[in-house]
């Protein structure tokens, strides 16, 4: 599916920021490209009213106004994103890319994911971002330190770039976190998906990301040794095994 379009949902905290140092190597093989800034982030202004369904039907409408068919990714907590736009427009995307994402069931959060990895593995640390996450005075919402960011998301990454993302986070209201994809196999169900799973991720480890695997079988497999951003970490590799498995994905 050259000179397709590729439209990327960021994860909690970012904005479409998120995408800019691998964008250019995904255009130089001829995709086109299309970041969001999800409602309710701080990078875009619209307020979040009803959470995963806003962020739905907003990217929704971004496809509707791309030429054809597009494939979706989302970085992790836009993983969640991804899947419910796909129930809403599955006529309309041609492949779901998790990057790093939540491919979590219909119905379940990624508390509950936590919760079922527990039984699996008996007194890992799941923790990941949530032990250094600040709340706002009012519970509303929450937001990523700085140092935090740097060891937990960005640790692989090269200082510089990983500073300059760190310090452009912004607080994610909870009504856009805490949500659970609604699904279905006759929708959703049909659309073609790919898993990007990252080996030395501190934020959603390994083990939560072979369970969703599990979880939601049928997903094509990426596995790259690296951290929770591997657009920014490794995006020279990451281009060349997503082109290869789309290029092989009969659409």
């Not at 779901?96 to 379940?108: A, D």
């Not at 049909?190 to 934020?203: C, F, G, K, Q, T």
């Amino acid at each position: 599916m050259a000179n397709g379009t590729l439209v990327m949902i960021h994860g909690a905290w970012q904005g479409s920021w998120a995408f800019d140092a691998w964008r250019p190597h995904c255009e130089a093989r001829g995709w086109r490209t299309v970041a969001v800034d999800l409602p309710g982030n701080g990078w875009n202004p619209e307020p979040l009213a009803d959470g995963l369904d806003h962020c739905a039907r907003h990217v929704a409408h971004v496809i509707e106004e791309q030429p054809g068919p597009c494939v979706v990714v989302g970085h992790s907590g836009g993983g969640l994103t991804a899947s419910q736009v796909a129930e809403l427009v599955p006529d309309r995307i041609a492949a779901l890319v998790y990057l790093v994402g939540m491919m979590l069931p219909s119905g379940m959060s990624f508390a509950e994911l936590v919760a079922h990895a527990r039984t699996l593995h008996p007194g890992a640390d799941f923790g990941g971002i949530v032990p250094f996450l600040e709340r706002s005075a009012d519970g509303s919402a929450t937001s990523v330190p700085v140092e935090a960011a740097l060891e937990i998301f960005l640790h692989d990454c090269s200082p510089e770039a990983a500073r300059k993302a760190a310090q452009a986070l912004r607080p994610q209201p909870e009504t856009g976190r805490a949500v659970a994809p609604t699904v279905t196999a006759e929708r959703y169900g049909r659309v073609p998906r790919v898993y990007v799973e990252a080996l030395r991720d501190r934020s959603i480890d390994i083990r939560l990301q072979r369970a969703m695997q599990d979880l939601g079988p049928g997903a094509r497999r990426i596995s790259l040794d690296c951290g929770h951003v591997p657009q920014l970490a490794m995006p020279e590799i990451l281009t060349a095994h997503l082109c290869e498995t789309l290029d092989s994905m009969d659409f």
